[in-house]
C-alpha cells in the first residue's frame, strides 16, 4: 500500500529570524565653505547607478542570447545527421492484466477507463470519443468452447461477429437503415501458442431527416456515423474471449498503427 507524505514534512519549518537593518549611507562633506558650495544632490548617485545595473543586465542579456544562439547551432547540426524518425513522438503504451478472467492487452496510455459500460473493461481515447476498446467473453457454464475451431473457419467467424454487431446496433426509431460488410478476416498462432481469429467490418448508419413524412421525396437519409470495428477473438478456460476495438472510419488510417498493436498483444491465459 502507497503512503502519501506530504511535503511539508519533509522539511523542517524555517526559523523567522528579524532581518538586520540595512546599513547607513553617509554622504561626504566638501571642505569648502558651505557659503560657496551647494549641498550634493543623491539625484547623480542613483542615475550612476541605475545605468550600472543597466549595462549588466544588457550583457547578462547579449550572453544568455549568443549561448541560446550556439545550442540551437547544435541542435541544428545534430538533427541534420540523424534520420527524422530519431524526433518522432513515440506512442507508450500500458498493458492491462486481468489474471482472474484471464486475459491481457496493451492499450494507449492516454485512454481512460469507463466504468459501467456493460463489458468486463472498457477503455475510450479521451479526444476521439468514438474511438474504444472492450474485451467480453462467454460464460462457462453456458458455453463450452475447446478451440476457436468450434466456430468454424475466420470466414465464418466474422459472420457471427458481423450479426451480433448488428443485433446490438437494432433500433425502434423509424427510417434507420444499417449498411455493413466484412472487410478481412484472418487468423494467427501468436507467441503464447494460441491460435487468434481477427475480424475488421465497417458499418453506415443512415436516419431520414423526416421519418414522419408522407411523400418518399421528403424522406431524405443522411449518414449518421461510419464506423470501423475491429475483433479479436481467442478461446481459453472453456470461454470464448473477444477484444473489441471501435473507431470513426475518417480517422482509422491515423490511428491503425495504434490499433493494430493493440489487437496484436490480446492474449489469453489459464486460470
Do not use: H
Request: glycine fraction near 4%; charged fraction near 25%; aromatic fraction near 8%.
Amino acid at each position: 500500500m502507497e503512503t502519501l507524505i506530504s511535503p511539508r514534512s519533509l522539511f523542517p519549518p524555517l526559523s523567522s529570524k528579524p532581518t538586520s537593518k540595512s546599513s547607513s549611507f553617509s554622504r561626504p562633506v566638501s571642505s569648502q565653505s558651505p557659503k560657496l558650495t551647494k549641498p550634493e544632490s543623491p539625484a547623480p548617485i542613483n542615475l550612476l547607478t541605475d545605468a550600472k545595473q543597466a549595462c549588466a543586465v544588457g550583457r547578462r542579456r547579449r550572453r544568455s542570447l549568443m549561448m541560446g544562439g550556439l545550442l540551437m547551432s547544435g541542435l541544428m547540426l545534430s538533427e541534420a545527421n540523424l534520420p527524422t524518425s530519431a524526433f518522432a513522438l513515440t506512442p507508450v503504451f500500458r498493458e492491462y492484466i486481468d489474471t482472474f478472467d484471464g486475459y491481457s492487452f496493451k492499450y494507449p496510455q492516454n485512454w481512460i477507463q469507463v466504468r459501467g459500460a456493460g463489458a468486463d473493461i472498457f477503455f475510450r481515447d479521451p479526444i476521439v470519443l468514438d474511438e474504444n476498446l472492450s474485451v467480453e467473453f462467454s460464460s462457462p457454464s453456458s458455453s463450452k468452447y475447446k478451440s476457436l475451431e468450434d466456430l468454424g473457419s475466420p470466414d465464418e467467424a466474422g459472420k457471427r461477429v458481423l450479426r451480433q454487431y448488428l443485433t446490438e446496433f437494432m433500433s425502434t426509431r423509424l427510417g434507420v437503415k444499417r449498411e455493413s460488410n466484412i472487410l478481412t478476416t484472418s487468423s494467427r498462432v501468436a507467441d503464447d501458442g494460441n491460435l487468434y481469429y481477427q475480424v475488421e467490418v465497417n458499418i453506415k448508419s443512415y436516419a431520414n431527416n423526416n421519418e414522419l413524412a408522407v411523400m418518399p421525396q421528403d424522406r431524405v437519409a443522411r449518414l449518421e456515423w461510419d464506423r470501423r470495428y475491429l475483433a479479436v477473438l481467442g478461446v481459453e478456460n472453456n470461454r470464448l474471449y473477444s477484444l473489441r476495438l471501435q473507431t470513426p472510419e475518417k480517422v482509422f488510417l491515423e490511428e491503425e498503427k495504434d490499433l493494430r498493436r493493440v489487437m496484436d498483444s490480446f492474449r489469453v491465459e489459464k486460470i
